[in-house]
């Protein structure tokens, strides 16, 4: 079991270094493993990632399908502590609002069992209307798990709460949580992943809310993601880009989705080995575009690899065999705002990693992220920051670049 203090001091050191924390939500001990092996921060042992494991929804894990709390300690003390062995934070899933524990003593049990933290899941925050005002009334709401982070705080456990808006945010920071992780819903993607999700823009709008409460409150609580709109790498990316958060939690995005299509597939592989008739590669190019791949995803990929020149939307939409204007609505809906408007944010924060990164003339900047024109690299960049990039620079005063200082 690792010290609060200790995991505090760790994470930031690896913010300073890496730039960011990513924490997997797991359901047995192999993903912790992989976990340990791709570099996580730390792992949440949770009802869901067990419910996945099974081949269910994360919503099962909401559900009283069993004890989620003792359904937590049975496959995480079995499974997920002991291999991890002190290599990473274990946190406990508790269902905060579950009427048949006693909250300090369980919190005793908790540590007893080598765990280093808590955090409130499965959430009453998923839960709205009548069902939620039922909850509440019935003293099984949301106070539970802010008064369970507060009693973790005081044993000097390790926290990270998840929150769904701003009130939950200030609330949880006043109860001396680490971490406030801006929960943005069910996540997105694979064959188990919610259909109805808020857009990339709608989720930066909503995390901005949140976090904007913690620093009035806790300014030294941690802030990251889960969630919502982030399924991908360039959809983390863009909420980087867009938010301060300093780090993502994955349960789906980094078990569930990866696993569906690699077994999916490789199954289907072996399965068609020799008949060339499957060949997939073939079958693509005489589909076309449009049977296989997902066009928003396309889009981003696509300016994700070449950000940095010319990039003409009407023949991405020639390439995707649709229609400009279908591809530009379908697009518009699912990331929140327009093209023109995600090219200029995914340059503008390309600009602000490379300027993090070492001294390049600004002029340079502009030109390697894609504008020809310094001026409305310039302008752009002042409208999506607020800051114009001379000012911006200027704020990065204390950072330490690998090379020589270069003349603007």
């Given at each position: 079991m690792?010290a609060?203090?200790?995991?505090?001091?760790?994470?930031?050191?690896r913010i300073?270094?890496?730039?960011?924390?990513?924490?997997?939500?797991?359901?047995n001990?192999?993903?912790?493993k992989?976990?340990?092996?791709g570099?996580?921060?730390?792992?949440?042992?949770?009802?869901?990632?067990?419910?996945?494991?099974?081949?269910?929804?994360?919503l099962?894990?909401m559900?009283?399908?069993?004890n989620?709390?003792e359904?937590?300690?049975?496959?995480?003390?079995?499974?997920?502590?002991?291999?991890?062995?002190?290599a990473?934070?274990?946190?406990?899933?508790?269902?905060?609002?579950?009427p048949?524990?006693?909250?300090e003593?369980?919190?005793?049990?908790?540590?007893?069992?080598?765990f280093s933290?808590?955090?409130?899941?499965?959430s009453v925050?998923?839960?709205?209307?009548?069902?939620?005002?039922?909850?509440?009334?019935?003293?099984?709401?949301?106070?539970?798990?802010i008064?369970?982070?507060?009693?973790?705080?005081?044993?000097?456990?390790?926290?990270?709460?998840?929150v769904?808006?701003?009130?939950?945010?200030?609330q949880?920071?006043a109860?001396?949580?680490?971490?406030?992780?801006?929960?943005?819903g069910l996540?997105?993607?694979?064959?188990?992943?919610a259909?109805?999700?808020?857009?990339?823009?709608a989720?930066?709008?909503l995390?901005?809310?949140?976090?904007s409460?913690?620093?009035e409150?806790?300014?030294?609580?941690?802030?990251?993601l889960?969630?919502?709109p982030?399924s991908?790498?360039?959809?983390?990316?863009?909420?980087?880009d867009?938010?301060p958060?300093?780090?993502?939690?994955?349960?789906?995005s980094?078990?569930?989705?990866?696993?569906?299509?690699?077994?999916?597939?490789?199954?289907?592989?072996?399965?068609?080995?020799?008949?060339?008739?499957?060949?997939?590669?073939?079958?693509?190019?005489?589909?076309?575009?449009?049977?296989?791949?997902?066009?928003?995803?396309?889009?981003?990929?696509?300016v994700?690899?070449?950000?940095?020149?010319?990039?003409?939307?009407?023949?991405?939409?020639?390439?995707?065999?649709v229609?400009?204007?279908?591809?530009?609505?379908?697009?518009?809906?699912?990331?929140g705002?327009?093209?023109?408007?995600?090219?200029?944010?995914?340059?503008?924060?390309?600009?602000?990693?490379?300027?993090?990164?070492?001294?390049?003339?600004?002029?340079?900047?502009?030109?390697?992220v894609?504008?020809?024109?310094?001026a409305?690299?310039?302008?752009?960049?002042?409208?999506?920051?607020?800051?114009?990039?001379?000012?911006?620079?200027?704020?990065l005063?204390?950072?330490?670049f690998?090379?020589?200082?270069?003349?603007?």
């Amino acid at each position: 079991m690792l010290a609060r203090e200790q995991i505090a001091d760790r994470l930031r050191a690896r913010i300073r270094t890496s730039g960011h924390l990513i924490g997997v939500a797991a359901g047995n001990g192999a993903v912790a493993k992989y976990a340990i092996q791709g570099g996580a921060d730390f792992i949440l042992a949770l009802t869901s990632g067990r419910f996945r494991q099974m081949g269910r929804s994360s919503l099962a894990g909401m559900l009283p399908f069993a004890n989620g709390n003792e359904l937590v300690m049975q496959f995480a003390v079995q499974e997920i502590v002991p291999l991890v062995e002190g290599a990473l934070p274990v946190l406990f899933g508790l269902c905060a609002s579950d009427p048949t524990i006693h909250p300090e003593r369980y919190m005793d049990k908790i540590i007893g069992h080598g765990f280093s933290g808590i955090t409130n899941y499965p959430s009453v925050g998923v839960i709205d209307g009548q069902l939620r005002e039922a909850l509440e009334e019935a003293g099984l709401g949301y106070r539970n798990e802010i008064e369970a982070i507060r009693i973790a705080h005081r044993k000097n456990l390790f926290t990270i709460a998840f929150v769904f808006d701003g009130e939950q945010a200030e609330q949880m920071a006043a109860a001396g949580a680490d971490v406030i992780c801006a929960n943005l819903g069910l996540t997105k993607g694979g064959e188990l992943g919610a259909k109805k999700v808020l857009s990339l823009e709608a989720g930066v709008r909503l995390a901005n809310q949140i976090f904007s409460r913690v620093d009035e409150t806790n300014r030294h609580a941690l802030k990251i993601l889960t969630g919502g709109p982030i399924s991908t790498p360039l959809d983390l990316q863009y909420m980087y880009d867009n938010t301060p958060a300093v780090g993502y939690v994955g349960g789906s995005s980094l078990e569930r989705i990866p696993s569906e299509q690699f077994i999916t597939d490789r199954i289907i592989e072996f399965k068609d080995t020799g008949d060339s008739r499957k060949d997939k590669l073939l079958q693509k190019m005489l589909d076309g575009v449009q049977k296989h791949y997902d066009y928003v995803e396309f889009v981003k990929e696509y300016v994700s690899e070449n950000y940095m020149n010319e990039i003409s939307f009407h023949e991405l939409a020639l390439v995707a065999h649709v229609s400009r204007t279908y591809l530009s609505t379908l697009f518009k809906r699912t990331v929140g705002c327009t093209f023109p408007e995600y090219l200029a944010k995914f340059r503008i924060g390309k600009s602000i990693e490379i300027m993090k990164q070492r001294r390049v003339p600004l002029s340079e900047i502009s030109n390697l992220v894609g504008f020809n024109d310094y001026a409305h690299f310039s302008k752009t960049f002042k409208k999506i920051t607020g800051l114009s990039p001379k000012e911006f620079r200027s704020s990065l005063s204390g950072t330490t670049f690998p090379s020589e200082p270069l003349p603007e």
